[in-house]
């Protein structure tokens, strides 16, 4: 006799059911990217149900994201693709794949009537292996400057070669390298401000020394100034009303009426008066700055910058070295931002004001430009991965092969490891190797080539010593990766596989879905 114990609406999937329903969805989302992977990858659309927006991407982290699902497996693959943009920035795309192929392989294992806990033992062996040969691979040119450089430069070719950027990668790539060594070994990207701009063409984007802000000046305020002082602050600068919601004021003739007004001039100029008093030569605002006062601080030879967003304000502070007021009392104890020349500038049809020779020498600002708004927003993704990912690098600086060349030598050694493990756990460490293999079999089916042809070719490459050989994209052939330059970094590859096995081990391990009861919406 069954009793069920869960209110109604409350479903439970146990054993079989609840397994193959994870199986399920972690497949069916690492199909929807796989074409997504590599140079040759292919792009999606992605329109907003509410307003119609689109968005066309290859960038798994942002395909992911923006997919609304109802699979609980499916959410973990989503997670750990989450986990990778924020912890190196690319590499979204591999790892969702390489958990759904490490889930396919069990799958087979589990119809085989092997159990999961065996087989995550197994996956458990073959990620150590992979993970201990992958260390061995690694070249470490961080104490050369000119080699690491070289480095940094073929890794975000790398990275952007699967990206919108793949015709100017080798523009784009000294731009990211250059932005990121600005930074001397900071992995602080906020000092990286990177400005959207349609018009022109993807090569007319270049990276400018110093701070942009997408704002103007005010109108009566000088253009330029040398030797800058600025004071950034977020105060109200509006006629000073009566600022509580439904105070009235009566007034028994008009004459009172302009005392009152005359008493608001008075409390806004003695504002000004103080913050005159800081002895600035600029004055940047996050709110509005009316007439009136923008007026008085003109008049006294202060650059007045409004409405300059929160956002505008914190990086602002940021990079000029000063502090954000609300209160001008103490002049003392506020510091003010420094910067040599504030100017305004032209991109495009739009004036921008420029912030020249800022106390933090390291920012800098990258105008990217485009002949749409998707792909001027496309482009600030592939640039942004490029810039996370030569970011980590600088930390730890080493690097491995690309073009599925670290992967097929993790298989290889992971089958090495495969012959000294007995029981049924070989089987699950054979079926992690195959797992990685599949990564260059994808890279080569998105391009169009006999996947099988080369992956064979290139695993027999590897086994007769040639350790660099990999996918050449461009010709459909074994190629050197060493002498192509197609190198990534050591950390994205490891995270790849550690992620992935993690997230493969956690899903295997579901025996019982619950879920609860959806909650009712009362009437009222």
Do not use: W
Not at 23 to 46: C, E, Q, R
Not at 291 to 296: F, G, I, V
Not at 421 to 441: M, N, Y
């Amino acid at each position: 006799m069954s009793v069920n114990i869960f209110s109604e609406e409350a479903t439970e999937e146990r054993a079989e059911s609840a397994r193959l329903s994870s199986f399920v969805g972690a497949l069916a989302l690492g199909d929807l990217v796989k074409s997504t992977l590599g140079p040759k990858g292919m792009n999606k659309i992605l329109q907003s149900a509410s307003n119609g927006d689109i968005n066309v991407t290859n960038d798994g982290a942002t395909i992911l994201k923006s997919i609304q699902l109802d699979n609980a497996a499916a959410k973990i693959l989503v997670n750990i693709s989450k986990v990778q943009d924020d912890e190196v920035g690319d590499g979204t795309t591999s790892v969702c794949v390489l958990a759904a192929e490490m889930l396919r392989e069990a799958e087979k294992l589990v119809n085989a009537k092997i159990h999961p806990q065996t087989i995550v033992e197994g996956y458990r062996i073959g990620s150590s292996a992979a993970l201990a040969a992958l260390q061995n691979a690694a070249v470490d040119n961080g104490a050369n400057p000119a080699k690491f450089r070289e480095d940094l430069f073929n890794i975000a070719r790398t990275t952007l070669s699967s990206k919108v950027l793949s015709q100017d990668k080798d523009y784009f790539a000294n731009l990211a390298v250059d932005a990121v060594l600005r930074l001397q070994g900071s992995t602080d990207l906020e000092r990286i401000q990177i400005i959207k701009k349609v018009g022109g063409k993807l090569t007319d984007s270049y990276l400018d020394e110093g701070f942009i802000l997408d704002k103007q000046i005010a109108t009566n305020s000088p253009k330029r100034l040398e030797g800058a002082k600025i004071l950034i602050a977020n105060t109200s600068m509006d006629t000073d009303k009566i600022k509580i919601f439904g105070a009235r004021v009566k007034v028994d003739g008009t004459g009172k009426l302009a005392e009152l007004e005359r008493a608001e001039k008075e409390k806004m100029k003695a504002k000004v008066d103080a913050i005159a008093a800081h002895g600035v030569t600029c004055f940047v605002n996050r709110q509005l700055v009316y007439n009136y006062p923008e007026s008085l601080l003109s008049d006294k030879g202060i650059m007045v910058i409004e409405h300059a967003d929160f956002e505008g304000v914190e990086r602002l502070s940021l990079v000029t070295g000063g502090e954000i007021a609300s209160t001008f009392d103490r002049p003392d104890l506020v510091k003010l931002g420094r910067c040599d020349i504030i100017e305004e500038v032209m991109i495009g049809e739009d004036k921008l004001i420029k912030f020249s020779g800022v106390a933090a020498g390291q920012a800098c600002t990258v105008v990217l430009r485009g002949s749409t708004t998707q792909m001027v927003d496309e482009a600030e993704r592939s640039l942004h991965d490029a810039l996370s990912v030569i970011s980590q690098t600088v930390k730890e600086t080493r690097i491995v092969l690309g073009g599925g060349c670290s992967e097929m030598l993790m298989s290889n050694a992971v089958e090495e490891a495969a012959r000294t493990v007995s029981g049924k756990k070989a089987i699950a460490v054979e079926s992690f190797a195959r797992a990685l293999r599949q990564i260059p079999t994808i890279l080569a089916d998105n391009a169009g080539y006999d996947s099988s042809d080369l992956t064979s070719q290139l695993r027999a490459a590897h086994f007769n010593g040639k350790k660099d050989a990999g996918l050449d994209m461009n010709n459909g052939v074994i190629a050197s990766m060493r002498d192509l330059g197609i190198t990534e970094s050591y950390k994205l590859k490891r995270q790849v596989v550690l992620s992935a096995s993690e997230a493969a081990e956690m899903i295997l391990r579901v025996d019982t879905i619950l879920r609860a009861t959806p909650r009712k919406r009362e009437a009222h």
